[in-house]
């Protein structure tokens, strides 16, 4: 057996899928690490949902090997891929008003017995989700009376509960403010560096990916066009190219990560500082 795969949480081997006649991803081959934060970038239609669906074990490759902890996936049950994958979807919907709780001990399904009862053991892995995600206080409040942010977060602790090794994530902060954005963010950092979690991120959000990433794949047309670190992956050129519109990348001072700028960025800055001038000069006596 490849030592690779054994070494990896999750790894691709020339994967590729079809829908149809429609090829939407090629020849893809990436390895996770135990314990690495990687980011999946890239245009729409690029197959990211594809990708983390396929590592899910939602989809089958039309072609390829995809191995969780070295052994191939295909031969691993449903409820085995679900104690050690957890995914967190864009999207959550709930056609009944659970609670909070009730949502979070969901997570627990893939451990529980025959009847599908959970026990006190289950309920305080919730509640430690809960308490990792700062939701335990919403823990009686139905999914309709929690903002969006809290919402996700939930969400989160629910895919905690199940106690995975890595957790899968398909734009978690789709549709949230940029407050509850950085929430989410920071959440999962913490959640990495505190138990060593494997995290995989899809992303649209070049610039909070490259903050809370130490790896990103960048996906073009189904193909991989870069996999490293983000001084590496987020360059002009290669962000320009792949984008198809122009793109800047400057470091932030603070913390040297990278930051992407656009030509609207720029010609609003251009626009505050000719309005700034201006101001000055009527100032001037």
């Known amino acids: 057996m490849n030592e690779s795969k054994v070494q990896s949480a999750i790894a691709l081997e020339g994967v590729s899928f079809s829908y149809g006649e429609n090829e939407v991803l090629s020849n893809v081959t990436f390895a996770v690490a135990p314990g690495e934060f990687v980011g999946i970038i890239g245009p729409n239609g690029s197959g990211k949902s594809t990708l983390l669906r396929i590592m899910a074990g939602i989809l089958r490759p039309s072609s390829g090997v995809v191995t969780m902890a070295g052994r191939p996936m295909q031969n691993l049950s449903r409820r085995d891929i679900a104690r050690s994958v957890a995914v967190v979807p864009q999207e959550t919907t709930f056609v009944f008003p ?21 026990g006190e053991d289950d309920l305080e892995v919730a509640r430690q989700a809960m308490q990792a995600t700062d939701t335990w206080f919403l823990r009686d409040r139905t999914m309709e009376e929690v903002s969006g942010g809290e919402k996700q977060r939930v969400i989160v602790a629910r895919a905690l509960a199940q106690k995975p090794e890595i957790l ?8 949230l403010d940029i407050r509850h ?32 990433c130490e790896r990103l794949i960048l996906l073009h047309r189904g193909r991989i066009k870069c996999d490293g670190g983000p001084d590496e992956v987020i360059t002009s050129a290669l962000l320009s190219e792949v984008y198809e519109t122009e793109l800047e990348v400057h470091t932030d001072p603070a913390t040297g990560a990278p930051i992407i700028t656009t030509p609207i960025d720029r010609a609003v800055s251009k626009k505050s500082q000719l309005f700034g001038a201006k101001e000055r000069q009527r100032k001037i006596p």
């Open 98 to 118: 659970f609670t909070a709780l009730e949502v979070v001990l969901m997570g627990r399904s893939p451990h529980l017995g025959r009847f599908g009862i959970e």
């Open 168 to 175: 899968l994530l398909d734009e978690p902060t789709n549709a």
């Open 181 to 212: 954005q950085v929430d989410i963010y920071q959440l999962l950092q913490r959640l990495h560096d505190e138990s060593g979690l494997t995290i995989v991120l899809i992303s649209h959000d070049l610039n909070l990916s490259a903050r809370a």
